[in-house]
Structures are given as C-alpha cells and as structure tokens.
C-alpha cells in the first residue's frame, strides 16, 4: 500500500529528473501536510513521488518526520510471532466448553458448586424446622382473616370493611341465643349468599337474605343479616370500595368461613 | 485463499467440516492477533480475544452474509469482545475519563480502551500509536498493518470514508509530530535492528 523507501531517496536526483520536477520549496518553505499525507496514502504517481523526495531535501524536519514515520510504519507491518489456536478453538467449538475459554469454564464450575451448596443447605435447614415446627414453614399463601384484610386495605375500602364486620357483629348477637350446632353451614351459606348478593349487586338488591329462608334460625340470621347490612347499604353510592370488599371476603373462603363460625357461635 | 475459494470453505465449516474450520483458522488468525496485540497492548488479552472471536463466528458461520468480506466479520466481532472485555475489567471511574465520555451511549467503551493502552505500549511504534485518540489508532492499524482500503475501513468502523481519511491523516500527523519531539531515538534503534 504504501511505498519503500529508504533514506536513500534524498540523495540528489539526476539533473534531468530535476527539470521534470514541480518546482521545489523554497529554503524554510515547508512541505504541505496533504502532499505528505497524498505519500503516505500511496495516491501520488511514480513521478511526484520522486519530486516529492528531492523536496524533502529541502524540508529537513518534514523529512525527519517522515522518515520516522515511515519506519514506525514499516514495523507494524513487520510479521508478529502468532501462536497457533487452531487446536483449542476447534475443540471449544465442539464441545468441550463452548462460548468459554478454559479458566472461565473452571470459574463457572466453582459457582455451581456454590450454587448447589446454597440450595442444599437451605434445603435441609427447611426439612429440620418442619420436623420441629410443622406448618412453620410453608410457601403456599395462606388466606386472612376478614379483620385482618379490613387493617390492610386502602382507607375508603377498608371503612367498608369495618362497617360489615359491625354488621355482621349484629347478626352475630341477634342469632347467638338460637344458634346450634345445625346451624352453622345455613350460616355460612347465609353469609355467602348475602356478601354475594348484595356486594356483588349493591346497588339493586333490596332482599339480599332471601335466599336464607325457610329455617327459622336462619330467617332470624337473616333479619340480623339485612338489619346489619342496612349501615352498608347506605353506602351504595361506593360500589366500587364494596366491591373491593366483596372480591377480598369472596376470594378468601376461609375468611368467610371463619364468620359464619363466628357468627353460629 | 481468494473470495470465491473463502466462501466455500465457509460452507464447508458451517456444515460442520472441521478441517474447513481449521482452515478458516489459520488463514485468518495471525491478522486478526496481530491487529488485537496492537490494538490492546497485551499479549494474554490479544490471545484471549482472538480465541473467543473465532469460537463465536464458528459457531455462528450460518449468520454469515457473503456479501461481505469474512475477516470484516471476524475483527468486527474481535473488536466487540475487546471492547466488553475492556468494560468488564476495567471500570471507568478516574475523573479525567469521567470528563472524557461522550454521554451519548455510542461508544462508552473508548476511554476505558484509551486508559487500558496508555499502560501497556512499551514498544516505540505502541509509544506512538499511544499519542492517538482510539479511532486514529484503530484506523492507522488497519490500514497501515491491515492494509485494508480506506472503504472497508469505513464499512468496519461504520463511518464515511471521508472521515477515516480525515482520522488516518490526523493521527499519522500526530505520529510524525511525536516522532520528531522524540527526536525518533526509538525509530532510530528499531532502524538499526531492522538492519535500514
């Protein structure tokens, strides 16, 4: 790409070649930097090139600088002392630790092994403290308890929470006196119905128990049920909040459950 | 090994031939550690590079687009590692490099390349490539070492070619002001081993 020379060039060119030449620089007159750069790019033709070296004569630092760098130059190109990789590129490539080399292969080794060391340890401490503590431990969800979701909720929401707990702590005192054993699924079933009913329509049911007749006990629970739910119903214009509520009580069953105990009791 | 003949060794390899990778190999690994070890500086990080580059275009031959030039492939991705390499090891957290980055999340790699080659040129022409900005340098290798035309210069740097002239002549300036601050003392002895 770039043509030899060496310091040679600079002795004096034949007369004749001379005359050829464009006219040389004057004494301190520099060699522009594009002529250099024109050289160095190998885009000047056989015959500037040769004036440009007997300008060279002339422009003692430009030449200086030029020598250097061509030398410099040169050396980049010289051979470099290459090993050959063919062998343990071929092998990565095959499979015997594709995408790492060696000491990353060795690295990530050390970290699966850590790795497996974690997950034994925290298994076998979660083994021993279910054989101390059973149900100490445990990943499932478990659900919460309606005054506990109440405590939890947003602020709006959770005043409707407290008012049907109220609520229902009414219907509790009402069917305490009657209440047996009997009674406790028609009550649960009451208070399914009833969440239901009215926080799932609680805009447009006037009767929301009326699926709690016909027993005694629970038409009683039910009356308790739609006197307590009064303080809701006043409250219809938040559909939305007891709405909230009504999904919180319904997802959770054994919340629920847990009322319709409480309430029984 | 001209165009044509490359490409079918290509072929060959991606179909799993592992000669034809062998091939591959050789042809094109002395370049491509020459152009690493001028470019970072260091041997162990030259070797390092080029393995990885190989083993990630070996197994990648079937992305390969023909109608570029297979080593502009290979140092384009030599030079991806190189520059991730240098992002892992080498956080950038001086000051001078904090006031050097560019902000514009193109090249945030190039002031931790510029910190890793200033340790580690020793020799007269690493001294002098030291002096250039990373593009300058980059360029000046390929096209000096490489011998790469200014065109597939600016196909691998993604640039116009007007600018890797721009940078080609820029940093051989420099080069030639450095070598004449020096008073070339250093290219005089390289002169002196290489018999000139």
Not at chain 2, 82 to 105: L, M, T, W
Request: charged share 25%; proline share 5%.
């Amino acid at each position: 790409m770039m043509r030899d020379f060496v310091p040679d060039d600079f002795l004096p060119e034949p007369d004749a070649l001379r005359d050829e030449a464009e006219s040389p620089p004057t004494e301190g007159e520099r060699i522009p930097d594009e002529l250099v750069d024109a050289f160095f790019d190998d885009e000047i033709d056989e015959e500037a090139s040769r004036a440009f070296m007997r300008d060279l004569r002339d422009d003692h630092e430009t030449a200086r600088q030029v020598v250097s760098t061509n030398s410099a130059l040169e050396s980049l190109r010289r051979p470099v002392s290459t090993p050959d990789f063919t062998g343990s590129i071929m092998d990565r490539v095959h499979g015997k630790s594709p995408w790492l080399s060696g000491r990353q292969f060795a690295m990530l080794g050390h970290w699966r092994l850590a790795a497996a060391a974690c997950v034994l340890v925290l298994m076998t401490g979660a083994f021993l403290a279910q054989r101390m503590a059973p149900g100490a431990v445990s990943f499932t969800q478990r659900d919460a308890p309606v005054s506990q979701l109440a405590e939890t909720l947003p602020v709006t929401t959770s005043d409707i929470a407290r008012t049907v707990n109220v609520s229902l702590d009414t219907a509790q005192r009402m069917v305490t006196d009657r209440a047996t054993s009997a009674n406790h699924d028609a009550g649960t079933f009451c208070f399914n119905t009833f969440s239901r009913e009215y926080f799932a329509t609680v805009a447009g049911s006037d009767n929301p128990g009326a699926e709690c007749g016909g027993d005694t006990e629970a038409t009683d629970w039910k009356s308790g049920c739609e006197s307590a739910c009064g303080i809701v119903r006043s409250r219809r214009d938040d559909h939305r909040a007891a709405t909230s509520v009504f999904n919180v009580v319904h997802t959770s069953d054994r919340a629920t459950n847990d009322v319709g105990t409480i309430i029984i009791k | 090994m001209n165009r044509a003949e490359e490409q079918a060794v290509i072929e060959k390899a991606a179909a799993g031939d592992k000669a034809a990778g062998s091939t591959l190999i050789k042809a094109h690994q002395a370049s491509l550690y020459a152009y690493m070890l001028r470019l970072s500086g260091k041997p162990d990080v030259a070797e390092d590079i080029v393995q990885d580059a190989f083993v990630r275009v070996l197994t990648n031959l079937h992305r390969f687009d023909p109608r570029y030039r297979f080593s502009t492939w290979l140092f384009t991705i030599a030079k991806r590692l190189y520059v991730n390499a240098c992002q892992k090891h080498k956080p950038v957290y001086d000051s001078e490099i904090v006031g050097a980055f560019r902000g514009n999340g193109e090249e945030p790699s190039l002031p931790t390349i510029e910190s890793e080659f200033r340790g580690h040129a020793r020799d007269s022409i690493g001294k002098a490539l030291e002096q250039l900005s990373p593009e300058q340098r980059e360029i000046i290798i390929l096209f000096h070492q490489q011998e790469w035309p200014i065109a597939m210069i600016a196909q691998h740097m993604a640039m116009p070619e007007g600018t890797v002239k721009s940078h080609l002549h820029r940093g051989r300036r420099r080069m030639r002001r450095f070598f004449e601050q020096m008073k070339s003392p250093v290219v005089a002895n390289e002169m002196e081993v290489s018999g000139e």
